[in-house]
């Protein structure tokens, strides 16, 4: 059982580029979760969807895209990367009735942005 | 969104137990609070929730306020592998995502 597992682990990126952070959890879980971690902060989430075939914004969107490809994968999309997303991206999953049970987490993509 | 305040940092001797605070006087009737905690270089790990009365499990024990506008995170005996920061966090009732606030770092000293 892998649980949340994030491609790739880490990345270097030039300024401008894109890149597609994969994330697939194999717990049948409903949500999904896109997180963002810079250094010696707090989590901030970045996009959610809640079940498949729905995406909501979090508290810190612009700049990224999502897709829930289907129940297992939830991907996190930068079409045009800055310094600012210089950052470590998580990704988490729970059931759909998240208020009562846990989330699992990644371990992380520690991007670059130069 | 309910909001949660905790103390930036503590620390504790190991084999001692330490009681983490967590503030959250904006609590709906139906926010669980959860708490999660990060190891260095790891991603955030589940420890316990709960909605109303206490809970224990082999991790920790949280213990919420009766009016539940405060709650405190209890480990028993603090070993080094409990240093971390730990993230207490309101589950909304209206939606489903979840946010973390900047949390309590927490040292062990042996």
């Known amino acids: 059982n892998a649980g949340v597992t994030q491609t790739p682990k880490f990345q270097v990126l030039k300024t401008g580029q894109s890149m597609t952070l994969q994330c697939a959890q194999d717990?049948?879980?409903?949500?999904m979760y896109w997180y963002r971690q810079d250094p010696g902060m707090g989590l901030r989430l970045i996009y959610y969807?809640?079940?498949?075939?729905?995406?909501d914004k979090g508290e810190v969107p612009n700049g990224y895209n999502v897709s829930r490809l289907n129940k297992r994968e939830f991907s996190l999309r930068l079409e045009s990367a800055a310094p600012s997303q210089t950052s470590v991206y998580f990704c988490?999953?729970?059931?759909?009735?998240?208020?009562?049970?846990?989330?699992?987490f990644g371990q992380g993509t520690r991007l670059t942005v130069v | 969104d309910a909001k949660t305040t905790q103390p930036n940092s503590m620390e504790s001797n190991e084999e001692e137990p330490v009681h983490l605070p967590c503030n959250h006087s904006?609590?709906?009737?139906?926010?669980?609070i959860h708490w999660y905690r990060q190891l260095p270089s790891q991603g955030p790990e589940y420890v316990i929730h709960?909605?109303?009365s206490n809970v224990n499990n082999r991790m920790a024990s949280l213990a919420i306020a009766e009016d539940r506008k405060s709650s405190t995170l209890i480990l028993h005996r603090a070993t080094l592998r409990d240093a971390a920061v730990y993230y207490c966090?309101?589950?909304?009732?209206?939606?489903?995502?979840?946010?973390f606030g900047a949390g309590t770092r927490l040292t062990v000293k042996p």
């Open positions: 988490a999953s729970s059931t759909f009735l998240q208020q009562n049970t846990e989330a699992f």
């Open positions: 717990m049948n879980h409903n949500s």
């Open positions: 969807s809640a079940s498949e075939g729905t995406t």
């Open positions: 904006t609590i709906s009737g139906t926010d669980y």
């Open positions: 709960g909605l109303t």
């Open positions: 966090i309101l589950s909304s009732g209206n939606n489903n995502d979840m946010r």
